[in-house]
């Protein structure tokens, strides 16, 4: 995208994109829609488009707080430690974990690692300690690192096949009456395609994530160089799945994901049963991928909940609704996963 054309709407330039040069692959258009998105707004809490864990209750923050200070304590108490969050949105995890952490001596180094600069103003509020990176290759090479990616990997750019009658293609991104629509592309893409899913029926779409992959191999080799323990935290599934779970969000209702480019938050479920291998081929411990709410009933959400609303009664009942919310199956409990992964040596975990 060239600098006399970065202040136009986005919609324009894919038009004048598609019809100069053809269809665009999904991943650049995702890609470009998530970058103009999260440039330009703060999109979280009532006032955006969506709500994430860390804003419906402090619960959330405080437990991964405890959950990375008792990993931390049961593996020697190391003295230079790093916490590392990948999209710290307005900075509210960090700013509950850290203070639940803070009270068992564990007080790292805190980096974030973020690339709008209207959120980065917002989570200095939060965290005035925090270090901003754009990605995580300027993290420290020393010390263990307990890193938290909350609904990170799910707006990062999914690439898409598709089985037409002609063998399989691209999903791409094209034009039609002046609409963006999902067009399968021109160019053979069948040695893209595992074997043994080769066969399958007309119209059938497969979706990966390379990013995500890439980012977990990164944070896996880190973890077995340096230490510590991650938690990936985001709405997916745990077995291989076919299929397009490409949507988009604005004003907290789903929209056309290709509407509004750059005005709506475009995700994509995490494949998390692809992510699991890819940790493991570096070496680093899998700890396991269980559903959101287990993790947080084995961490002591329901009693938590209790003595928060022993100690303010008048909240009691928005208490109960925020742990609902974020453990009942029909809500974000069954839905969302939590993927550990530990260095080499360093203790089993608690929730898994």
Known sequence: MSAATAADPLEAIFQRLIANHGPISLAHYIGESN???YAAKDPFGAGGDFITAPEISQMFGELIGLWLADMWIRAGRKELVHYVELGPGRGTLARDALGAARRYGLEPKVHFVETSTELKDVQLAAVPSAIWHHDLSTIPLYGPVLLIANEFLDALPVRQLVKTAGGWRERMVGLDRGSFVPVAGA?????????????????????????????????????????????????GHDAPRDGSSLQAVHRHRKVDPFAMPGAADLTAH??????????????CRWLGTVPQGLFLRSLGI??????????????????????????????MGLLFKVMGLAAPGWPEPAGF
């Open 35 to 37: 970058a103009r998105y």
């Open 187 to 235: 160019q053979p893409m069948d040695a893209a395609v595992p074997e043994a899913r080769r066969d399958a029926p007309e119209g059938t779409i497969i979706e990966t994530c390379p990013g995500a992959a890439a980012v977990v191999y990164e944070v896996a080799g880190r973890l077995v160089e340096q230490g510590g323990a991650a938690l990936f935290i985001d709405y």
């Open 270 to 283: 995490v494949d998390f049963s692809a992510l699991a291998p890819i940790a493991q081929s570096r070496g």
């Open 302 to 331: 329901e009693a938590r909940t209790e003595a928060l609303a022993a100690q303010a009664p008048q909240h009691a009942a928005a208490l109960a609704a925020a742990r609902d919310r974020l453990i009942g199956e029909g809500q």
